[in-house]
Nanobody, 122 residues
Framework: QVRLVESGGGLVQAGGSLRLSCAAS????????MGWYRQAPGKRRELVAQ???????TSADSVKDRFSISRDTAKNMVNLQMNSLKPDDTGVYYCNVRTVDTTVVPFVKDYWGQGTQVTVSS
């Protein structure tokens, strides 16, 4: 099975920066997305940013000007550079890998990390 391990979360003051990293072990299919979701207390989990195996990036409007996502496909790693952090960015950030198996019909499977806490103080 695929295992995802996140690192880089922590406590930071407003305006500061953090860099999250996610390392995936196991076999990941060629067609995939790697990215980050977050969940704040009392809110639903939302997509922060994701990047496909081909480099196509999707990110939330609330973070487009401040966060950037990158990946090292050979190492099965994805990173999220977060700048100009705001208190509203506080939450648990989850690494996500979404694979698409096209052997017969498209079959999508999601893998999740355990989450890493990001707290932004004012």
């Amino acid at each position: 099975q695929v295992r995802l391990v996140e690192s880089g979360g922590g406590l930071v003051q407003a305006g500061g920066s953090l860099r999250l990293s996610c390392a995936a072990s196991g076999t990941i299919g060629s067609f995939n997305y790697m990215g980050w979701y977050r969940q704040a207390p009392g809110k639903r989990r939302e997509l922060v940013a994701q990047i496909s195996n081909g480099g196509m990036i999707t990110s939330a409007d609330s973070v487009k000007d401040r966060f950037s996502i990158s990946r090292d496909t050979a190492k099965n790693m994805v990173n999220l550079q977060m700048n100009s952090l705001k208190p509203d960015d506080t939450g648990v950030y989850y690494c996500n890998v979404r694979t698409v198996d096209t052997t017969v019909v498209p079959f999508v499977k999601d893998y999740w990390g355990q989450g890493t806490q990001v707290t932004v103080s004012s």
